[in-house]
């Protein structure tokens, strides 16, 4: 009875937590916004480059949430390139936005800090 009741309640921790996971995606407007939390103090960006900046990475992230659902719909994985085309799309228009300065510690601080953060998994 004790092994069961284990059993059942491992299973609904499991059920839970997999559910849990499922609803964690966010939206472009929380991504945008998580986005700019993240940039606007390290940047010091005054609020015409805000403005700006949220523009970019609104059209962004419709852009890769658009490619994710036409990659799911198919059953195939996203195209790597087009990621890439993107991002050096985004930063092109971030480079004009940004002073020299701004851009250089955008590419070399800010931009992993914006990256999902993925556990290990498995290598425990």
């Known amino acids: 009875m004790k092994s069961k ?6 299973f609904i921790l499991m059920a839970t937590t997999s559910i849990f996971a499922q609803g964690m995606r966010q939206t472009v407007p929380e991504r945008v916004k998580a986005t700019m939390e993240k940039m606007t103090t390290p940047l010091g960006l005054n609020d015409t480059q805000v403005t700006s900046t949220s ?21 195939e994985r996203p195209d790597r390139s087009a990621f890439e085309k993107m991002a050096d799309d985004r930063d092109t228009k971030l480079k004009a936005i940004f002073t020299a300065d701004q851009y250089t510690k955008f590419k070399n601080e800010v931009e992993a800090t914006l ?8 290598n425990n």
């Open 55 to 75: 523009a970019v990475f609104t059209d962004y992230y419709t852009a890769q949430q658009k490619m994710f659902e036409d990659a799911r719909a198919s059953g």
């Open 5 to 10: 009741f284990t059993m059942l309640m491992a």
């Open 115 to 122: 990256r999902p953060q993925r556990s290990g998994g498995g």
